[in-house]
C-alpha cells in the first residue's frame, strides 16, 4: 500500500507572499519522506468543502510543474482534470511537457467536471452530464493518439484535430498513465474499464459495490481489472503528537485489503511540516508491505 498527498489547499498563515517557499518545503517533505504521489485539484475556485470559494487557489499545472522542479521521485497529476475545463489537445500538450520534464513522473487524472458556479464565473462551458462524458471518453482517445506514434486527423462529436502532432513525446512509455476520477457505475467505471490506468474513489458504504461494478465493466470490455491501479480519497489525520499514526495504518489495512494500493488525500496542518515527516516515519514503512 502507498500513500499520496494532494493538495487541496493553500491558504497558509503565511499567505500568497511565502506561498511558494511554503509549496516547494510541502512538496519536498513529501518527497523525501516516501510519499507516492503528489497531487493537486484542478479547480480555480476553492470548492465548498474546503472553504469559502474566495480563499487561496492556484491553478493546477502551473502548479505542478512548479512542485517538478523541488522533487524527484513523486508521481505528480491533478486529482483530477475537469475536461471541460482545457481542450484535450493542449491537455496532452500539456501532460507530455509535464512528463518531460519531471523525468517520467506525469499522470493524467481527468473527470467530466462538476463544479458550474466556477465555469460560470470564468466563463468555461458546463454542457450537461451526458455530453461532459462524451467529452472526456473523446479527450481520453485524442490524448492517447497524440502519445502514439502518427499525427493523423481525430474527428469527433465534439473535437476535431487536423494534426496532433505531438513533440517531443512524454517519456513514460508507452503513455503516462490515465486515471479517470468518479464512481458513476453506468458511465464512468465503464469508461474506466475502457481506457483508464488507474481509478479513484471517495470510502463510503458503497465502496465495494463500485469495485465489483468495475470488475463487471471490465469483464463486458475483455480488460483484465487486476492492470487497473485502485486509489481511495483518504484524509490523513495524523494527530498533534503523531497519535492517530496506528488508526491510519489501519484504515490503510482495510482498503489494500479490499484491492486498493494507493490512499492520496489532503494531509491535516500539511503547511506545519511535522505531519508529513510523521506519516514518512510512521506510516510509509508500515503499510509498504500490505
Known amino acids: 500500500m502507498k500513500v499520496g498527498l494532494q493538495i487541496p489547499n493553500f491558504t497558509f498563515p503565511g499567505g500568497p507572499a511565502t506561498l511558494g517557499a511554503d509549496l516547494a518545503a510541502i512538496a519536498k517533505t513529501a518527497d523525501d519522506a516516501g510519499f507516492d504521489a503528489i497531487a493537486v485539484m484542478d479547480h480555480f475556485f476553492q470548492i465548498r468543502s474546503v472553504g469559502p470559494s474566495e480563499n487561496d487557489m492556484l491553478e493546477a499545472y502551473t502548479t505542478l510543474g512548479y512542485l517538478a522542479a523541488h522533487t524527484s521521485r513523486a508521481k505528480l497529476l491533478t486529482l483530477v482534470t ?22 517520467g513522473r506525469a499522470w493524467l487524472g481527468i473527470g467530466a467536471a462538476w463544479n458550474d458556479e466556477e465555469s460560470r464565473g470564468l466563463g468555461f462551458p458546463f454542457p450537461p452530464a451526458g455530453e461532459r462524458l462524451e ?44 486515471l479517470i476520477g468518479g464512481g458513476g457505475e453506468k458511465k464512468t467505471l ?19 459495490r463500485k469495485l465489483d461494478v468495475l470488475r463487471a465493466h471490465c469483464e463486458a470490455e475483455g480488460r483484465d481489472y487486476d492492470d487497473i491501479q485502485k486509489t481511495v480519497y483518504y ?24 484491492g486498493f494500493s494507493l490512499a492520496i ?11 508529513l515527516e510523521t506519516i514518512g516515519n510512521e506510516v510509509v514503512p508500515a503499510v509498504a508491505a500490505l
Open 82 to 103: 475537469g475536461v471541460t475545463y482545457r481542450r484535450p489537445g493542449l491537455l496532452g500538450k500539456i501532460i507530455s511537457t509535464l512528463d518531460v520534464l519531471s523525468g
Open 135 to 178: 467529452r472526456l471518453e473523446e479527450a481520453v482517445q485524442i490524448v492517447l493518439r497524440m502519445w502514439a506514434d502518427g499525427d493523423e486527423p481525430y474527428k469527433g462529436k465534439h473535437y476535431q484535430l487536423e494534426r496532433p502532432l505531438n513533440a517531443p513525446q512524454p517519456l513514460t512509455r508507452p503513455h503516462p498513465p490515465i
Open 235 to 258: 484524509i490523513y489525520d495524523i494527530g498533534e503528537k503523531g497519535e492517530n499514526a496506528q488508526k491510519i495504518v489501519d484504515d490503510l489495512g482495510g482498503f489494500a485489503e479490499m
Open 265 to 275: 488525500g489532503m494531509v491535516k496542518d500539511v503547511h506545519r511540516i511535522e505531519p
Open 190 to 208: 465503464k469508461l474506466v474499464a475502457r481506457y483508464a490506468q488507474a481509478c479513484n474513489l471517495f470510502p463510503g458504504p458503497d465502496l465495494a
